[in-house]
């Protein structure tokens, strides 16, 4: 799996106790993955993203990760824009899954990011949160491979480590 550095899954068992591992293979025997709760943000996708960083970075980052869904296929193209156009996340790049479906997982994101490194210049002029750009996208492909992958979920709550 993958935590955020000051975040933690909750257990069910154990209110305000981080899950522990046998609960978590317990789990994913009656689940694909396991994430951080939806959020249903305030505004779509691209519309929060674009609050949230320069517009010179989103600009440059929305017009290469739209080509490249474009290259990936038309179904891609579609969940992509979906998603964009909506206003679930699943929030902070955080799961847990087993091996194979990491791999799988793995294997989809990369070639994106590299791409996204390859092509979008990150100017010294933005600010050092904008400079973030291609991670926030990464945070959010997260959800994009789940809805492509159509795997089943378990939701955690998360704790915030002090």
């Known amino acids: 799996g993958l935590n955020h550095y000051r975040r933690l899954f909750e257990s069910e068992i154990n209110d305000k106790w981080p899950i522990q591992a046998i609960e978590a293979k317990k789990l994913l025997e009656q689940y694909d993955i396991i994430l951080a709760k939806r959020l249903v943000l305030d505004y779509t996708i691209v519309e929060q993203l674009k609050r949230e960083i320069c517009r010179e970075a989103f600009e440059a980052s929305w017009i290469v990760i739209q080509d490249i869904f474009k290259k990936r296929g038309n179904h891609e193209q579609q969940v992509f824009a979906y998603f964009c156009n909506n206003r679930i996340l699943f929030p902070c790049n955080m799961f847990v899954m087993r091996r194979d479906m990491l791999n799988s997982y793995c294997e989809w994101l990369f070639p994106i990011l590299f791409e996204m490194i390859d092509r979008v210049d990150i100017s010294e002029n933005w600010d050092d949160?904008?400079?973030?750009?291609?991670?926030?996208?990464?945070?959010?492909?997260?959800?994009?491979?789940?809805?492509?992958?159509?795997?089943?979920?378990?939701?955690?709550?998360?704790?915030?480590?002090?």
């Open 129 to 162: 949160y904008s400079k973030r750009v291609i991670g926030f996208w990464a945070e959010r492909l997260l959800t994009v491979w789940v809805l492509l992958s159509k795997v089943t979920i378990k939701e955690l709550s998360i704790l915030m480590l002090e």
